[in-house]
């Protein structure tokens, strides 16, 4: 189900009509195992048996946890986080990456004349969202571990942290630190959570519908057929994926903030306008803040940081994002868009060793150079292979230009993307909006519902939920 | 919450007024535009219908290579033909739609129970096994599924076809002419404005052409195993018509040899698909008719494996005698000599 369907529509109805219409507020017991229920079901819709993964990394925390908080001894703890560690990212490592290794090594039996021409590779279907909630529930048993989160005794509890639907499937990745207290005490639910709530929710909805799905289908006819364009459509392509997957998970965080604001959940913020970074660091502090946060906390910091020498801070950097880049997929895509941005956060650290980050001449310059560098890595991301990758590269010099139904449109959404990126921030753009008198927030509310469903395709799929 | 209320109630009106002014101005155009984006059911709709109750009925169901056209009279009319000039005539149902898979065929087999075939045909063409993503057909024909089937609808894999199954259940209610009518309205409506804006190369050079076709020829092949979810929707459909006591027989066209010839690892590859697919259908208990190699090149009318009136007819000799026996053992024969 993803959020700009009928079917979601249909459930959150539900979903809202049970939770306030039919348990009382004093029943938070009762409240709590509705969201657990939905959380599944709504998991559920994509392929029921895959709930099973859920709930078997939920129990394995919960208890991994209740362990760790009663066990004083190191090396006990070590094996318990250690169980945790092997059971999370040994299921990761199976679906998401097991199609990818038994191909790598059909490809070398094949090279090596080994094998079986018509071996198979096997197709694993991927469960939706599992990147996402097994790094969630991860950093639930290393922060016990680490003695920062004090472990739940609730299951309840547990299992709504794990799977509240909201954020399951694609973020942002939630802290124990900051959910669980939210469950223990949380004032009811007012008519700003319910305004704050619903502008996230139309503002994202159209970041997604109108914006990135537009932008997606002039990025799709250009990377579908490379050849066929030269180098000013191959630019604005890039230009607008960059825009396209920033207005696709940008807007479903929003959604995703927005809706759990209706139950009374505040979410972290995932995206801070991150094509004004003017260096690749604040790039990610910009952009997926709480993966980049994840990967700053629990990997980079977990292999030494820069406690180290400068040389083996600047390998941390580089592991980290190139572990970062596989965790989005099983490719060498990935592969190389995590190392070029690994080798680029190192060398900016190694040029600003003296402290000259804070220098703010130039800051257009840099911001310029710096958007152009995450769109000459976005064409990783995005390209099919890596064939494909440097053949956009080789073209990117070719001329022509094939004029397309989309380009006008896929012009001005580059455009109004920079323009939203140059103006105020969208935390105040949204209290802007709230400020305005109710009657003219209606038919806001209205056009953006007749836009969303203008532009909404008969099956539209967030980016961000194939990893 | 005065506020909300507000917000709310102009929210609303103004949806409401929306609605009615769309109706109002494009309403019959977009009823039409929805419907032709919708065909399947509308196809399966106006097919499975039953002429003759006094004759045994013939159920095919399938992709392009069976459906009827001006140029070619597919084989599956033209063995009803020749059953009837023997006097073992059969009633010939004809479910089909170009470029619907095995989902959309698992929801055809719903829509053939009712009228109680003696035999279904079910065509598992090699290239609807490869496809990724949504399937044409699969979500309006979903109202066909009989109620008692859910439960274990439920458990096959839609998500491969982007349908949920909370959409699984909402597409039941197409079943209702007036639901029908209002999401042919809305799809129909959302399809014009799209048509003016998305995205449509205007000029499609020579080239780019090409590589489209190689990109059809790749379809081919590509690796399936059992747990492709698109032969998990085979073996269901297959399952469906069994536990529903008809006799039941998947076939797998013919591909063309230029297609089967185009990477080295192709003929032994596609050969390896095919008995995959045949060891499911066997496994589930229906009889599989591999007929991937079973034509020339010639016997093609284009790259898309459609077949020109020879194919069509060597199709018809190859199929026949195996429907004949299946409408004299089940129909014409004596119940003790069956």
Wanted: overall charge positive; some cysteine.
């Amino acid at each position: 189900m993803v959020f700009n369907s009928l079917e979601f529509l249909v459930f959150f109805a539900i979903v809202l009509g049970v939770y306030y219409g039919a348990v009382p507020a004093s029943w938070e017991r009762a409240r709590k195992i509705v969201l657990v229920v939905a959380s599944y079901a709504f998991y559920g819709s994509w392929n029921p048996i895959f709930t099973l993964l859920l709930l078997a990394s939920t129990v394995l925390d919960f208890w991994v946890g209740l362990r760790l908080g009663s066990e004083t001894r190191p090396t006990p703890r070590r094996w318990l986080l250690g169980l945790s560690l092997l059971g999370n990212l040994g299921m990761l490592g199976f679906f998401k990456y097991g199609g990818f290794v038994r191909e790598q090594w059909l490809a070398v039996e094949s090279l090596a004349g080994w094998g079986d021409a018509v071996a198979q590779p096997w197709s694993i279907v991927l469960p939706v969202g599992i990147s996402f909630y097994t790094f969630q529930t991860l950093s639930y048993a290393i922060d016990v571990y680490r003695g920062v989160q004090k472990p739940t005794r609730s299951l309840l509890d547990f299992a709504v942290f794990v799977s509240f639907f909201p954020q399951l499937v694609a973020g942002p990745i939630v802290r124990s630190t900051d959910f669980l207290p939210q469950l223990d005490k949380r004032p009811p639910v007012t008519g700003t959570d319910v305004e704050e709530g619903l502008v996230r929710i139309f503002f994202g909805l159209v970041k997604k519908v109108v914006f990135a799905d537009t932008l997606g289908a002039y990025v799709d006819a250009v990377f579908g057929d490379l050849p066929l364009y030269g180098g000013a459509n191959l630019l604005l392509a890039i230009y607008a994926y960059a825009f396209q997957i920033y207005f696709d998970f940008s807007g479903y965080s929003d959604i995703a903030i927005g809706t759990a604001r209706l139950f009374g959940f505040r979410l972290c913020e995932n995206f801070d306008r991150p094509y004004i970074a003017a260096n690749p660091r604040e790039f990610w502090q910009r952009w997926h803040i709480s993966l980049s946060s994840w990967l700053r906390d629990y990997l980079y910091i977990s292999l030494g940081g820069n406690r180290g020498t400068p040389r083996r801070t600047y390998i941390n950097l580089g592991l980290t994002m190139l572990l970062g880049g596989l965790w989005h997929g099983a490719s060498w895509n990935f592969v190389v868009w995590g190392a070029i941005h690994g080798a680029w956060l190192a060398a900016h650290r190694y040029w600003t060793r003296d402290g000259s980050t804070r220098d703010e001449r130039w800051i257009w310059l840099k911001r310029f150079a710096t958007f152009h560098m995450v769109c000459a890595a976005w064409v990783f991301f995005r390209a099919a292979t890596l064939s494909d990758a440097v053949l956009f590269f080789s073209r990117l010099g070719a001329g022509g230009w094939v004029a397309q139904e989309a380009t006008n449109l896929a012009v001005l959404f580059v455009v109004l993307g920079a323009a939203l990126h140059l103006g105020p921030s969208p935390i105040a753009l949204h209290q802007r909006y709230r400020a305005l008198p109710a009657p003219l927030q209606g038919v806001g509310y209205a056009a953006v519902a007749v836009l969303v469903f203008l532009f909404s395709p008969s099956e539209g799929r967030f980016i961000y939920f194939q990893f | 919450m005065q506020r909300l209320a507000i917000m709310f109630g102009v929210f609303v009106l103004l949806i409401a007024v929306a609605i009615g002014v769309a109706a109002y101005l494009w309403g019959e155009d977009a009823v039409r535009e929805g419907r032709s984006m919708y065909s399947t059911a509308q196809y399966f709709e106006l097919r499975a219908q039953r002429r003759l109750p006094s004759l045994p009925l013939v159920a095919w169901i399938g992709d392009s290579t069976i459906m009827p056209s001006e140029e070619v009279r597919p084989y599956p009319l033209e063995i009803g033909k020749r059953l009837k000039e023997t006097r073992r005539a059969a009633e010939t149902i004809i479910l089909a739609d170009a470029g619907i898979g095995t989902f959309a065929e698992y929801c055809a087999v719903g829509k053939v129970l009712s009228l109680r075939p003696t035999a279904v045909y079910i065509i598992a063409n090699l290239r609807a096994f490869v496809r990724t993503g949504s399937e044409r057909g699969a979500l309006d024909a979903a109202s066909f599924i009989p109620a008692s089937e859910l439960p274990r609808a439920a458990t096959l894999p839609w998500h491969a076809a982007g349908i949920t199954i909370p959409r699984l259940l909402l597409a039941r209610t197409l079943a209702w002419p007036q639901v029908r009518e209002g999401f042919y309205f809305a799809e129909g409506l959302r399809q014009m404005f799209r048509d003016q804006v998305y995205s449509r190369p205007l000029h499609l050079p020579l080239m780019t052409r090409i590589r489209k076709y190689e990109r059809e020829l790749k379809d081919w092949d590509a690796p399936i195993d059992e747990q492709s979810p698109r032969l998990v929707m085979l073996r269901a459909a297959v399952e469906l018509a069994l536990r529903n006591g008809i006799r039941t027989t998947v076939i797998m066209p013919p591909i063309p040899k230029y297609v089967m010839e185009f990477s080295p690892h192709s003929v032994k590859g596609i050969a390896a698909r095919s008995g995959v697919v045949g060891r499911a259908v066997s496994a589930a208990g229906a009889r599989y008719v591999n007929l991937h190699n079973a034509l020339a090149t010639e016997d093609f009318r284009d790259l898309g494996g459609h077949y020109n009136r020879q194919g069509m007819d060597k199709m018809a000799d190859s199929i026949e005698p195996l429907v004949r026996k299946d409408v004299v053992d089940l129909f014409y024969r004596p119940r003790q000599e069956r």
